[in-house]
C-alpha cells in the first residue's frame, strides 16, 4: 500500500496543494484529512459511544484496559524519544511534563480500575498481545527508530488527539458514566490541560511538517494515517471473543503494513 493509495478524492495529494488552496493551511488538518475514513471511525466508534453512554460491558473495557496498559510503556517511550530529538529546552520541558501525567496519573488510574475490574496483577503485566496491540507498538517502535522528531510526533499526535476528539464531542455533553474508571477515562482526555497539550503537540507538527520535504510530508501522512487506522482496529479488538466483533467499526488491518520508509 502506498501513501497515494487511499487519499480521499476531495483532499489534495500533497501539502503544497493543500496549502494554496486553504487560508491559514495547518499541516495537521491536512494530515486529519488524509486519515479519512478511519478518523471519523476512530473518532465516533461504537465503544467510545458505549462508554460515555455508560453502556460499555465490563467484559469489553476489561479486555481493552489490559491492552491499553500494554501499549503504554511504549508509548512512554516514545515520548522519552521525542524528550530527547525536541529542537528547544522549552519543547523538551513541555513533554517531560506529560511524561509525568502518563507515568504517575494514569498509572494511578490503571491500578485502581484493574482492581475494580478483578483484574490481577499477572493479567495486566504480562498479557496476551492482539495482533493490533502488537501491530502498534511496533509502528511507534519504528517511527522512533526509524525516523526523527517529526515522525515521533506524526505517531503521538493522532494517538492523543482521537481520544481528545471523541472525550470532547459534541454529543457527549451530559455524559458522564457512572462507573468511576469510565468516567476518569473519559475525565482524563476532556480537561483543560490535555487539549492545551494537544494543541501544542499539533503545532509541533505543524510546523516540523510545513518545513519537510514533500517525500518526507508523504511519509508523515503514511504514518498519522496508519496510526489511526490502528486506533480503529484498537477499539474493535475489545469486543473480540464476545460474539459481537463485526459490529465493532472498520475493519482495519493489523498487520505492521508495507512501508518503505
Known amino acids: 500500500m502506498t501513501g497515494t493509495d487511499e487519499i480521499p478524492a476531495a483532499v489534495p495529494a500533497t501539502y503544497g496543494e493543500y496549502a494554496v488552496n486553504h487560508e491559514n493551511p ?34 469489553v473495557f476489561r479486555r481493552y484496559l489490559v ?32 511524561l ?10 490503571f491500578e485502581r480500575s484493574f482492581d475494580a475490574l478483578g483484574v490481577d496483577e499477572s493479567a495486566h503485566d504480562s ?13 511507534l517502535l519504528r517511527a522512533t527508530g526509524r525516523g526523527g522528531y517529526a515522525e515521533t510526533l506524526a505517531v503521538l499526535v493522532p494517538a492523543e488527539w482521537v481520544y481528545l476528539a471523541w472525550a470532547t464531542a459534541a454529543d457527549s455533553d451530559g455524559d458522564r458514566p457512572d462507573r468511576f474508571y469510565l468516567a476518569e477515562w473519559v475525565d482524563l482526555h476532556a ?13 509541533e507538527l505543524d510546523r516540523e511538517g510545513a ?19 490502528l486506533e480503529v482496529a484498537f477499539f474493535d479488538a475489545a469486543y473480540v471473543g ?7 467499526g472498520s475493519a482495519a488491518t493489523t498487520d505492521g503494513g508495507d512501508r518503505s520508509w
Not at 509525568?100 to 488510574?109: F, I, N, P
Not at 464476545?242 to 465493532?248: A, K
Open 242 to 248: 464476545t460474539g459481537e466483533e463485526d459490529d465493532g
Open 211 to 229: 518545513a519537510a520535504s514533500e517525500r518526507r510530508q508523504e511519509r508523515l501522512a503514511d504514518l498519522f494515517r496508519r496510526t489511526v487506522e
Open 127 to 139: 498479557p496476551d498481545l492482539t495482533p493490533t496491540t502488537a501491530a502498534f507498538r511496533d509502528l
Open 191 to 203: 480537561v483543560p490541560a490535555f487539549e492545551e497539550f494537544v494543541g501544542w503537540l499539533r503545532a
Open 26 to 59: 495547518r499541516f495537521t488538518d491536512w494530515l486529519r484529512a488524509r486519515s479519512e475514513p478511519s478518523w471519523t471511525e476512530a473518532t465516533d466508534h461504537r465503544f467510545t459511544r458505549e462508554l460515555r453512554a455508560d453502556e460499555l460491558d465490563d467484559a
Open 100 to 109: 509525568g501525567t502518563l507515568t504517575d496519573e494514569e498509572s494511578d488510574y
Open 67 to 98: 491492552q491499553d496498559y500494554a501499549f503504554l510503556e511504549t508509548l512512554v517511550g516514545a515520548f522519552g524519544h521525542a524528550v530527547g530529538d525536541a529542537p528547544t529546552m522549552g519543547a523538551k520541558s513541555r513533554l517531560t511534563d506529560f
